[in-house]
């Protein structure tokens, strides 16, 4: 089945411990993406990647990093986190058109 | 400027009725595609609908259909015969260029509820 797998669905955990999200996808796409949903304010755009050691920053970077060795991977490092960065989390991958979210991973930061 | 705006927060419609939830666009672009997704209160993204910019004909996906109008940058989701499960938070997005495949702009969504 053709999916983009986060874990985990659900963290929380305290402020300045790092963390990472991971993502992973097998429909062979170039392009991942990571997103923040906050309320009000739909999705924005925090990092994506065209492909493989290829990425570049979204709409709302500060605070996350991200790396791409592999193509199926694409996981999100937030090196010290901050109460402001709770928030639901979602990975995409697209090929040449709609992009495919995967479950979401729910972050609080205490 | 906004890229994607959604002015209905909230919605309320009949089960079986038709419903059409606004979404307009703002880009110079001549290609870009404009997409809806829904999410349901369990929180994952499905897609439901994609309309590219040169496409003449408004997209359909079974009750689902895109009401695009290109002059007033218009990209409305109409549902018809509304059902129970169509009770979630839906996202018109817009992804700008032919090459970039990974830069979509959201807008904030908005929650329909469908009433039995």
């Known amino acids: 089945e053709a999916q983009v797998t986060q874990n985990p669905r659900y963290l929380i955990t305290v402020t300045g411990k790092k963390l990472t999200v991971t993502c992973s996808q097998n429909m062979n796409h170039e392009y991942m993406s990571w997103y923040r949903q906050d309320p009000g304010l739909g999705l924005r755009q925090i990092y994506y990647s065209m492909n493989v050691e290829v990425t570049d920053k979204g709409d709302v970077p500060e605070g996350y990093k991200v790396s791409r060795k592999e193509k199926r991977n694409f996981p999100l490092i937030l090196e010290s986190p901050s109460p402001n960065q709770t928030s639901l989390y979602f990975c995409a991958s697209s090929s040449t058109g709609v992009a495919f979210f995967g479950q979401g991973t729910r972050l609080t930061v205490v | 400027a906004q890229k994607i705006t959604q002015t209905q927060p909230g919605m309320f419609v009949q089960e079986k009725e038709a419903v059409t939830l606004d979404c307009t666009y703002d880009?110079?672009?001549?290609?870009?595609?404009l997409f809806w997704y829904k999410q349901p209160s369990s929180g994952e993204m499905i897609f439901l609908i994609y309309?590219?910019?040169?496409?003449?004909q408004n997209a359909t996906e079974g009750r689902y259909s895109l009401n695009f109008q290109k002059a007033r940058k218009s990209a409305n989701l109409v549902i018809s015969a509304s059902q129970l499960g169509d009770s979630a938070m839906y996202f018109c997005a817009m992804r700008e260029g032919s090459y970039n495949f990974n830069k979509f702009y959201f807008g904030s969504g908005t929650k329909l509820n469908v009433k039995p």
């Open positions: 309309q590219g910019s040169y496409d003449e």
């Open positions: 880009t110079s672009d001549q290609s870009y595609g």
